[in-house]
């Protein structure tokens, strides 16, 4: 289809967006969200923790998934900073702590949390747990 001229960052920009994995999950899960600044930008990405397994990764590492204690752990280096998503089974009380495992991997990142976010998703409707139908 036409569309007249490309912008010169099109296809860059697209591939960017299209090479970053994603996270999915069934039921109840936690999903924790950091974002982390370094003194002089994006600190050094976490390939390197220990108990990080199955990892796969894009654009040289700079994006990646890995199996981590009981969930997985996403990483994404953009310029500025470095964010890390921890996916789990839901096993804790809404006003709990980050899991041991995840904490310990935010604290060997060298930098400043910016932002953090824990996201509980529940399989319910209306604040009822659905029933099971097994």
């Not at 697209?14 to 994603?22: G, I, V």
């Not at 996916?87 to 991997?105: I, K, L, M």
């Not at 060997?108 to 009822?128: H, M, Q």
Request: hydrophobic share 35%.
């Amino acid at each position: 289809m036409p569309m007249g001229s490309e912008h010169p960052l099109r296809r860059e920009l697209h591939d960017e967006l299209h090479a970053r994995p994603s996270l999915y999950f069934d039921g109840d899960t936690d999903v924790w969200h950091v974002a982390i600044v370094g003194d002089n930008g994006s600190p050094p990405l976490p390939v390197s923790l220990p108990g990080l397994e199955d990892v796969s990764t894009t654009l040289g590492g700079n994006h990646g998934i890995g199996r981590f204690g009981d969930g997985r752990l996403k990483w994404e280096a953009h310029t500025e900073f470095l964010t890390l998503t921890f996916v789990t089974p839901a096993a804790s009380a809404p006003g709990s702590h980050p899991p041991e495992a995840f904490q310990a991997c935010c604290d060997r990142i060298d930098g400043k949390v910016i932002a953090a976010v824990r996201v509980l998703v529940r399989d319910e409707k209306d604040g009822l747990e659905k029933p099971n139908l097994d």
